[in-house]
């Protein structure tokens, strides 16, 4: 039991990023703008935020094989939990995330592919998706594809993932 909470209090946020970023949530879910990917609800991905905002270890890629982007994510929340805000935000209602010299799309194929059993949350999907797609070469990301579709589709290389922590766009330490 103290082993527990040893290991979660090591990885928690803190708690004046935490509230920052909550009221960043609030000012998302009250911004007028609609968002650029059909299937999915502006309410379900406040709701994952919050959740995620709360508690980083909530991060889950489900029966998608997005593992590294994951554990960028995961980190990102951790650490700077008002750029995740930004990043989602961003992704909803533009499709792009943007840094200085730098923007990640979510391109109109993926955000059209996205609905059915995404086997995540929205709020995991939209991002984890994106990085996972803007790394692809061969494979798009399809929530719905076949297993090994997926798989292969999913796969990360240690270098992308360097890319992506690096990325002037989803840099940790932004």
Same mark, same amino acid.
């Given at each position: 039991? +103290?082993? +527990?909470?040893? +290991?979660?209090?090591?990885?928690?946020?803190?708690?004046?990023? #935490?509230?920052? $970023?909550? $009221? $960043?949530?609030?000012? &998302?879910?009250?911004?007028?703008?609609? *968002?650029?990917?059909? !299937?999915? %609800?502006?309410?379900?991905?406040?709701?994952?935020?919050?959740?995620?905002?709360?508690?980083? &270890?909530?991060?889950? %890629?489900? *029966? %998608?094989?997005?593992?590294?982007?994951?554990?960028?994510?995961?980190?990102?929340?951790?650490?700077?939990? #008002?750029?995740?805000?930004?990043?989602?935000?961003?992704?909803?209602?533009? *499709?792009?995330?943007?840094?200085?010299? %730098? +923007?990640?799309? /979510?391109? /109109?194929?993926?955000?059209?592919?996205?609905?059915?059993?995404?086997?995540?949350?929205? /709020?995991?999907?939209?991002?984890?998706?994106?990085?996972?797609?803007?790394?692809?070469?061969? !494979?798009?990301?399809?929530?719905? $594809?076949?297993?090994?579709?997926?798989?292969?589709? *999913?796969?990360?290389?240690?270098?992308?993932?360097?890319? #992506? #922590?690096?990325?002037?766009?989803?840099?940790?330490?932004?």
């Amino acid at each position: 039991m +103290t082993m +527990t909470l040893m +290991t979660t209090d090591r990885y928690s946020s803190d708690l004046n990023l #935490v509230s920052a $970023a909550q $009221a $960043a949530i609030d000012n &998302f879910e009250q911004s007028p703008k609609l *968002g650029v990917w059909p !299937f999915l %609800q502006k309410a379900n991905i406040i709701r994952d935020m919050r959740i995620r905002i709360s508690d980083p &270890f909530q991060v889950n %890629q489900g *029966g %998608q094989p997005f593992c590294g982007p994951a554990a960028v994510l995961f980190e990102l929340i951790r650490r700077n939990p #008002v750029r995740y805000v930004k990043i989602c935000q961003q992704l909803f209602e533009t *499709g792009i995330i943007s840094g200085t010299t %730098q +923007t990640i799309s /979510a391109e /109109a194929v993926l955000r059209q592919n996205s609905r059915g059993d995404l086997r995540m949350g929205q /709020a995991d999907w939209i991002v984890l998706a994106t990085l996972r797609e803007a790394a692809n070469l061969l !494979f798009p990301v399809e929530p719905n $594809a076949p297993s090994l579709l997926r798989n292969m589709a *999913g796969m990360t290389k240690p270098w992308e993932i360097i890319r #992506v #922590v690096y990325s002037d766009s989803v840099v940790l330490n932004k």
